[in-house]
Structure formats: structure tokens, C-alpha cells
């Protein structure tokens, strides 16, 4: 199955500046997901990332919060902006595979 | 959309003893429903997953059912283990490119 690179692992920011998380993907994906996961919470898809094209987000999801970058076919990046304590969350990208999906080791955001 | 439920949220066990987790969906057009297990710090880890053509799938010491009937499927870990501690999230999608609705998860403790 396909191996993710997911950096930074953690950060702590302050409120109102933005963080860009990145993927790398070891093949080439059409698609990939950016997931959120609240303290104790499920996975709640952001958005779905296509090369080429702008991405696609889930309800309750805006571009000019998350911006997304794609590239290529083997990466991506979704920006945190004007962050405030309640985007403190776990960041996750993922990607379809012929094992299934494949989630990045997450990237945990605490915002002070 | 999609409304996946998880039960039961917390769940402790003997080692050596069988865990049961369930999940209903409700979207009868779902056809890919896979579990996955998040180890403290990581990312999910697809541990298996059924398709709607199939009653029953096993690996090892866990196994999946799915009654397509009732929309429900769940997981079966027999001969527990210390190391099968972990969030277990369940998720149903149509599959291909398509999201994932995740179930709220269940924390398993496994008591040596």
C-alpha cells in the first residue's frame, strides 16, 4: 500500500497565523483527502484534492479557511489560516490505494 | 448523507477474551465498509474491510460481518491482546473515490 509522508508531526501556534501541512505520497494518487479529527471526535473530510483542479469541500468547509495546494500527483498541502483554539485539532491526509485507503500519521495542531 | 453509528464508545476486556464492536449504517447504496485502528499518536491503520457482496471476512484473529439487510456490520477480535488496544473506527462509503463516513469510534482497553 501506498506510504504517506505527513509533516509537521505536531505544532503549537498562536492565534490568528496560519500553518501549511504537507503530504508526500511515495506513488501517484489521483485523488487525495484532508481529514480532521477533533479532541476525542471522529474523521470529518475537509476536502478532496484532485491535480489539476480545485478542490472540492465537504459542508461547513470554505476555501479561504483551508486553502488547498496539488500540484502534482504525488503531493499536497492544506493551509490553517487565521487560526483560532478551536482549529486545535488532528490533521490527516489520505489516499486511495489498492489496499484501501491510506491515512498520513497526522499532524496534531494546538492553537494558543 | 451518509450516518454511520458506533457502539459501544468504550470497551474493556480480559486478555484473551473476545471484543465485539458494531456499527449501523444508513445509506443502503454503501458498498465499502472498512475498520480501522488508531494507536495513540498515529494515524488510522486499515486493519480489514468488507464489500457488500460478502456476508463475512476473516483475518487471523479478527473478522468482520456485514448484514446488508439490518445496515449493520461489525468487528470481531478474538484471543485479545495487550497490543490491540487502540481507537477502532468503523467507516462506510461508496467505494472509489468516493468519502468516508466514520463512526464516532470505540476505545478498546485490553486488561492483561
Known amino acids: 500500500s501506498a506510504v504517506i509522508s505527513q509533516k509537521p508531526s505536531r505544532d503549537i501556534c498562536q492565534r490568528g497565523t496560519s500553518l501549511t501541512i504537507q503530504c508526500q505520497v511515495d506513488?501517484?494518487?489521483?485523488?487525495m483527502f484532508w481529514y480532521r479529527q477533533q479532541p476525542g471526535q471522529s474523521l470529518t473530510l475537509i476536502a478532496t484534492a484532485n491535480q489539476g483542479s480545485e478542490a472540492t469541500y465537504e459542508s461547513g468547509f470554505v476555501i479561504d479557511k483551508f486553502p488547498i495546494s496539488r500540484p502534482n500527483l504525488t503531493f499536497s498541502t492544506l493551509t490553517v489560516s487565521n487560526m483560532s483554539p478551536e482549529d486545535s485539532s488532528i490533521y490527516l491526509c489520505?489516499?486511495?490505494?489498492?489496499?484501501?485507503?491510506?491515512f498520513g500519521s497526522g499532524t496534531r495542531l494546538t492553537v494558543v | 448523507g451518509e450516518n454511520v453509528e458506533q457502539h459501544p464508545s468504550t470497551l474493556s476486556v480480559q486478555e484473551g477474551d473476545s471484543a465485539v464492536i458494531k456499527c449501523t449504517y444508513s445509506?443502503?447504496?454503501?458498498?465499502?465498509f472498512p475498520w480501522y485502528k488508531q494507536e495513540l499518536g498515529k494515524g488510522p491503520q486499515l486493519i480489514i474491510d468488507i464489500r457488500s457482496n460478502v456476508g463475512e471476512k476473516k483475518d487471523q484473529r479478527i473478522a468482520v460481518t456485514l448484514n446488508k439487510t439490518a445496515k449493520h456490520f461489525s468487528l470481531h477480535i478474538t484471543e485479545t491482546q495487550p497490543e490491540d488496544s487502540a481507537v477502532y473506527f468503523c467507516?462506510?462509503?461508496?467505494?472509489?473515490?468516493?468519502?468516508?463516513?466514520f463512526g464516532t469510534g470505540t476505545s478498546l482497553t485490553v486488561i492483561p
Open positions: 445509506d443502503s447504496a454503501s458498498n465499502y
Open positions: 489520505s489516499v486511495e490505494d489498492t489496499g484501501g485507503y491510506t
Open positions: 467507516a462506510a462509503s461508496l467505494r472509489t473515490g468516493n468519502q468516508f463516513y
Open positions: 506513488s501517484q494518487v489521483t485523488m
